[in-house]
């Protein structure tokens, strides 16, 4: 059994090599009996479970070869695509977590998030997102025009670009105490988010955090049943 841990892919028809390199990764690990977590930010945007497209059907097709292979595909939202559902995972048999999750491996307790929840020194950030994923309001913008949709999410991402030129390196990072307690229960935090992938060794516990998707490689982890980590994060290359 192979473990795979991936986050911010940030997916999108304007980048089309990030999304070759996804299939490559599909394709290199459709023959291990793969669980595969995404935690977060697998698309730049998403405006709903509605939308399609023919880049989105080339993924989708993709995906259906990985689990029909056997394996496993887990999603957790992030702060890009937290209004993707069960519905749209349901086109290949995925499985959507809940922004926390635990589960145990061996003696180790592992648990998994997207990690913007952790960043909570970047309280305009935290503001905004306990308003908009509000069920009520996300409820009312999924009824929404898709047209519409698209609009707001340009308007979003333009405006975290702006606000994210006038933050401190410290501010758009993980805050200590909020560490402690994401830890304060088990042995190893896995996250994405900051951009900034690393293996941190933190109150006596393991927090691993995977890399963005850029350039030409990402960071990410892969652990296996007779090893639980490895001693760094592994380069995908694409």
């Excluded at 059907?57 to 394996?71: S, V, W, Y």
């Excluded at 959507?96 to 952790?118: C, N, V, W």
């Excluded at 900034?196 to 990402?218: T, Y």
Aim: include cysteine.
């Amino acid at each position: 059994m192979t473990y795979l841990f991936i986050a911010d892919l940030h997916l999108s028809p304007e980048h089309p090599r990030l999304v070759r390199g996804f299939f490559d990764l599909l394709e290199q690990y459709q023959d291990k009996n793969t669980q595969l977590y995404i935690l977060g930010d697998w698309f730049n945007a998403w405006i709903g479970d509605d939308y399609t497209a023919p880049w989105l059907d080339e993924i989708i097709e993709h995906l259906k070869q990985f689990t029909q292979a056997g394996n496993k595909i887990y999603f957790q939202v992030g702060n890009r695509d937290f209004a993707l559902g069960q519905k749209f995972l349901n086109r290949f048999g995925g499985i959507l977590l809940p922004e926390i999750y635990s589960f145990t491996m061996g003696t180790q307790k592992i648990r998994l998030e997207h990690g913007d929840a952790l960043c909570t020194d970047d309280i305009s950030y935290q503001r905004f997102k306990k308003i908009i994923r509000n069920p009520m309001i996300l409820g009312i913008l999924k009824s929404t025009p898709l047209s519409f949709r698209q609009k707001l999410a340009n308007g979003f991402r333009q405006k975290s670009r702006e606000s994210q030129q006038h933050k401190s390196y410290e501010i758009m990072d993980v805050n200590a105490q909020a560490v402690e307690k994401a830890l304060s229960d088990v042995d190893i935090l896995i996250h994405g988010h900051t951009h900034r992938p690393a293996i941190h060794n933190e109150f006596g516990k393991q927090r691993i955090v995977l890399g963005d998707w850029r350039q030409n490689q990402a960071k990410i982890l892969e652990i296996n049943s007779i090893r639980l980590a490895d001693d760094d994060l592994k380069t995908w290359k694409y």
